[in-house]
């Protein structure tokens, strides 16, 4: 026989199941046709809207169905025009001869809405029903004072409404009922959907949260009833791949004649089509059992004592209902017993070698998941035959690396409710609490699930893209601990850092959640990170990127981690309130009772070297580029990668910067000297050693500095460093070569070893159409794998860079330089300022590189002066602002120059500089539309009038700074579209260009800007 190849695991995409377009016909209202005696009795005596609630709230339904009344044709035709009935029951009394007329009128006014009937009576009725109601009856049921029937009537008919969109196209599985006894269908059938609803019941525990929960009971199995042999057949050829199994009776019609084999021949059928296909014959006649089990089917005989019990063990049994039971042929018993899926998982690795083989031959696997509405990993195992494999061992290993994809790929694109007793390696993203998820936190759920919906996970061979594991606590631990040590108002008195972090540390956290916290970190091998997720973070229109705290812990035995894991959430709540955020809060118009955080507990990406951890590459990429160099074109965007933990990408290091359509054509690389001057000279990796960490308000309290000549013994560099030859003034790839190691990645960029610029092409195009908007990313990638291994990338942050909502401005005709105080042809921004009268620079002839934090502080005095009075300024210096190198410019945060509106970077004679390109300084200068200039006018690059800013009046000036105040405000334009920028002296005046209104609908930008 031939063999089929087995699925690849490694690239297999598992296809999602639309559990929200399944059951998309319901029942809601259900109008009862009969007299008013009848309907008091179902009301009064029968309860039926209590007892229909009852079971619905028992069963976990939702929605529930109201009833309304009529008792006559005409009303219930009345009504039906001015209400929405989805369901019509009429009372059949075999004495009225009105009941079938009036079914028949309300078929013919409604011919779409289904009507049930139902009787005292059976078997007369079924017969004189024959005759007359010529299809207008959907269903005759019997009656016998049970609400459980009205129950099995509604989902019935739901089954029978959504079978050929739920069974046939999304491929929910059912069970086939032949039956034509009114009384036995009518028993039968609450049975059945008893068992159905409590199995699904069960098998919610698969859901990874409430709502996967609920959508997983829109697939529980489907009943079909057919009441004569070319309907079961007909149902039979049209859904026979999804069915569970047949249950028939043996005596009924077959081509318009009552057939007393009709159920044997169907039997019969069956078997032609699979051999193991599971057929239960019920029978009123018990020497029908003989022929049934002859014929390899399973007999039931319908007067036994115990038929309700039969059947349900029957279902539970041959339709893999409930506990799967592993069963070994050569012991003849029960080896395991499973409730779930984690449970079948653990079994698979120790059951016997028989067993395995025993039931992959009856396709039992796929059955019980099927059952389970576990579709896409059934599936999997439906494509395989017991054949395709060499031994049992085979199927053992296919069948476990088969659960650990499904599950991988199950929890992708999903927020899960953190479950302490049921939290394992496969949950990609979880929550604690019920409350926000922070601004951080939305933005990996979101990236979580766009992976997924756009199959990236696994589109490059060997490698994976996802979001590390991701544990959130929401904004209720926040609220929580605030509230039940009574902090707000210690916190909104105080300003000083050190005395709000000992005061929170000084708090134990909620017990519940460290419970959590360490449920997650016994199955976390790796370092984690401590991020903030504020709900004021990264929105679209006032991101705070920076502003609160994020740190980074070894991993240690499980009690010393708690305690730092519990000290670190702690910190970062605490920076909720540290002095920076509460300047930040003012300037964007915020308390600090919106400051609600919520805490990232998540996985570092990357390995441990020596006594240090850190990844192959950090990088932060943008769809827009704002400094094209070359060919590379604004849209095509810009990445910054770098050797180590990201903190010298956000702190504007030297890192490497690079188009992903334009790898090879690197500025920085384009000389031996410039690749050996403007590449990374040191990296940041993780301190392992836990007593490293200390409870700080700084962050970098663990964080190791270390050289490139340091990295080389670690091993690292092999995979992103080349060696520059002294001797021949040249660059060679890779590190096998005598000379100095530079960060190159060349490897990468030139030699194709990873796909990075391909996979960020498509990562950038696919971000910023999902959030309609130019966007930041930051990722990180692991390449020193064990092999077989897939290379991980590591997807970490997410955030908008705001578009400017200006007009395009253009700087005049007749432009003049002599009419400007600075002239820039790389600036930033876009728009026309003309409320700015406060001018600010650091004076040239004093500035010194060490005195750098000095001026910062200075900076920071003058900064809080504008902030107070809500004025903003134009603040000019040299070197790069924001740097957290203190030789290449000034080490300022945001909050230090949160007022100014225009931030200029100069260069000196000795002290050149290029545009900075600090992520989360950048983020902020974008998304408050700050005007950002750099000018090197000793190389002719920009113009700075020096001597005229000199000669006017300082109303403030110390050793570094001088601040101007003009009477008048200036006139500042930034062409968005050439990069060029202008800042006019006092007086200056634009000539108003009278364009058309078609001209300016010209010059602005197209729709969304990209």
Known sequence: MNKNPIPDLKSYQFEEVAFDKLMQNRIHKILIVCSNYDYYMLEEDGRIDEQIFNEYTALNLRYPPSFAHANSAKRAIRMMQNQNIDLVITWLDIGNAKTVETSKLIKEVFPNIPIAAISHYSTQLRERLNKESSGAIDYVFHWNGNADIILAIIKLTEDRMNAENDIEHIGVKAILLVEDSLKFYSKYLPIFYKVLLNQTTAFMSEGLNEHRRMMLMRGRPKILLATNYEEGLSLFKKYKNNLLGVISDVSYFRGGKRDPKAGFKFLKYVRGFKRYFPFLIQSSDSNNEKLALKLKGKFLYKHTDALEEEIKNYINHYFLFGDFEFWDPVQKKVIATVKDLSAFQKALATVTPEAIVYHAERSQYSKWLKSRALFPLANLFSKVELNDFEDPEQIRDFLIRAIKAYKSFRARGIISKFDKNRYDEYLGFSRIGDGALGGKGRGLAFIDSFLKRHTLNKKYKDVNISIPRTVVLSTEVFDEFIEKHKLIHFVAKCNNDDEILEKFISKPLPKWVLEDIEAFLKVTKSPIAIRS????????????????????????????????????????????????????????????????????????????????????????????????????????????????????????????????????????????????????????????????????????????????????????????????????????????????????????????????????????????????????????????????????????????????????????????????????????????????????????????????REIATAVEQINKKFAENQKQYILVGPGRWGSSDPWLGIPVIWPQISAAKVIVESGLNNFRIDPSQGTHFFQNLTSFKVGYLTINPFINDGFFDLEYLNKQEAVYEDAYLRHIKFKEPLCIIIEGKSNKAAIYKEGFKLKVNQESLEESIDELPPDGFM
Do not use: C, W
């Open 533 to 852: 997720s504020s709900v004021l973070e990264d929105s679209h229109y006032q991101p705070f990127a920076g502003i609160f705290s994020t740190y980074m812990l070894p991993n240690t035995e499980i009690t010393k981690m708690v305690e730092m894991v519990s000290n670190a959430i702690k910190s970062v709540m605490a920076s909720s309130f540290f002095i920076n955020s509460k300047v930040y809060l003012k300037a964007t118009s915020h308390t600090i009772e919106e400051a609600k955080m919520a805490v990232i507990l998540q996985e570092v990406t990357g390995k441990q070297y020596a006594d240090v951890y850190y990844p192959n590459i950090s990088g932060v990429a943008r769809s827009i580029n704002f400094y094209p160099i070359g060919n590379e074109k604004p849209n095509e965007g810009i990445a910054n990668i770098a050797l180590g933990l990201g903190e010298i990408i956000v702190g504007g290091g030297k890192t490497l910067r690079f188009s992903p359509y334009h790898p090879k054509k690197v500025l920085q690389l384009s000389s031996p000297g410039s690749t050996q001057r403007d590449t990374q000279q040191y990296l940041y990796g993780l301190d392992m050693n836990p007593e490293s960490y200390k409870v700080s308000t700084s962050e970098a309290i663990n964080k190791k500095k270390i050289s490139i000549r340091r990295a080389e013994k670690h091993g690292s560099l092999k995979f992103v460093a080349s060696t520059y030859d002294l001797q021949n003034n040249v660059i060679r790839p890779g590190v096998l070569h005598d000379g100095i190691r530079v960060i190159t990645f060349d490897n990468i960029l030139k030699y194709n070893t990873f796909p990075l610029p391909e996979i960020l092409q498509d990562l950038l195009r696919i971000s910023q159409r999902e959030m309609r908007n130019p966007i930041e990313m930051e990722f990180a990638i692991n390449l020193d794998v064990p092999k077989g291994t897939p290379k991980e990338f590591s997807f970490l942050q997410i955030r908008p860079i705001v578009e400017t909502n200006e007009s395009m401005t253009k700087l005049p005709d007749d432009f003049n330089k002599k009419d400007t105080i600075i002239y820039s042809e790389s600036a930033l921004g876009n728009g026309k300022y003309d409320y700015i009268y406060d001018f600010v620079y650091v004076k040239p002839e004093t500035f010194n590189p060490a005195n750098t």
